[in-house]
């Protein structure tokens, strides 16, 4: 829902990705993976998202560092409550629809 309100480009499916498993930490391969990218697109993006402190490094599994969303980024909170929002509305939506039914 959310990349349908703020555009679905590389960079949001990222951050929609991050807020669905937030609290979690993903490779950058995990990230490709499930946002549906090549890893020279998350190449691309990716030191643009960490700049801005969207993303945040947590902890390395040998050699591999994870990562996670910043949830302290005001544009991160932001996006967070948007989704929120679309969900509960969402949610309305479907128990009036229920509601008819009944």
Known sequence: M????IGDTVENR??????EGRGL???KMDIAEN?????????KVFPKLVKQ???????????????????ENEKVKALMKLEEF???KSFE??????????
């Open 53 to 71: 402190s969207i993303i945040k490094p947590t902890r390395m599994i040998g050699r591999v560092q994870l990562y996670t969303l910043n949830t």
């Open 35 to 43: 946002c549906g990218i090549s890893r020279p697109t998350l190449y």
């Open 2 to 5: 959310l990349l349908d309100v």
């Open 14 to 19: 990222i951050i929609d990705f991050l807020i």
């Open 25 to 27: 930490d993903y490779t």
């Open 86 to 88: 679309l969900l509960k």
């Open 93 to 102: 939506i479907m128990e009036k629809k229920v509601k008819i039914k009944a």
